[in-house]
């Protein structure tokens, strides 16, 4: 029988392996890479560490990730003989959930460190993480202080330019919604492309998105004035962009409750 912590089960499938279904949810940029194993360490969550097939693994966290040895550590299992495995294993996949997003990184070649003067296990740094999220994506509003501007752009039947700047009323990872005037409306048909818009977020910078329209909708404010709300979703937006507007909704929803809390400065 294994014990508590080391299970035997048939061979799991990991995402990472089919990058064809799911390369928008890869991130290879180091510096993002980081970020999120980072948070993992700092939420210390729970992660499963699956040796090799998978057929084998052990709960575990992230003791640290240290950027200057190019290092991520992780906490030994309870039981040598997991342990022995975990350093004989040849492929070593981390799986964890951060924000209700499954990760997953794939490891090779763990070793015995003492770091600060903690048992790990420890490996070089993952060159690929992935980022699954498959519910529906959390929308936010951005704070009316610090709005996030849209610049896109569209030809006229005469062959001309037609540009607009627009303000978000949410954004999520799967699209935004922009706040036009109503008098545009002809120039939002639904199902319309509009290609590498600008996205210009307070506190992260630019990025251009491709958008497309499905949905344009009349609202009136409290007092009284009608504008057009045209929802749109992104088209073949990479890991990393995602990553960026994840980042920045997650920064803005911890200020939020940080404020509302009274644990902000």
Do not use: W
Request: aromatic letters at 6%; glycine letters at 4%; hydrophobic letters at 40%.
């Amino acid at each position: 029988m294994p014990s508590a912590n080391e299970v035997q089960l048939a061979n799991p499938v990991f995402e990472i392996d089919q990058p064809e279904e799911f390369s928008q949810f890869l991130l290879t940029n180091p510096r993002e890479i980081a970020f999120y194993l980072q948070l993992l360490a700092k939420q210390r969550s729970i992660v499963t560490v699956y040796l090799d097939d998978g057929r084998h693994f052990f709960l575990s966290s992230i003791v640290a990730v240290d950027l200057s040895e190019n290092l991520i550590l992780l906490d030994p299992s309870h039981t040598e003989e997991s342990n022995l495995a975990a350093l004989a294993a040849s492929r070593i996949t981390l799986v964890a959930t951060l924000d209700r997003v499954k990760m997953q990184v794939r490891l090779s070649n763990l070793k015995k460190l003492t770091y600060q003067g903690q048992n790990t296990l420890s490996s070089n740094m993952p060159g690929l993480l992935l980022r699954l999220q498959r519910r529906e994506f959390f929308r936010l509003e951005p704070p009316l202080s610090h709005p996030i501007q849209c610049k896109l752009a569209t030809t006229k039947s005469d062959g001309s330019t037609q540009t607009f700047e627009l303000t978000l009323s949410d954004i999520s990872g799967g699209g935004v919604s922009l706040i036009a005037a109503v008098e545009q409306a002809a120039n939002f048909p639904r199902d319309s492309l509009f290609q590498d818009c600008r996205l210009e977020i307070p506190g992260e910078g630019v990025i251009q998105v491709n958008l497309r329209v499905r949905k344009t909708i009349e609202i009136s404010s409290r007092n009284g004035e009608h504008s057009l709300r045209v929802g749109c979703e992104f088209v073949n937006l990479s890991g990393t962009k995602l990553a960026f507007i994840e980042r920045y909704i997650t920064r803005i929803e911890r200020e939020r409750k940080a404020r509302d809390t009274g644990l902000s400065d």
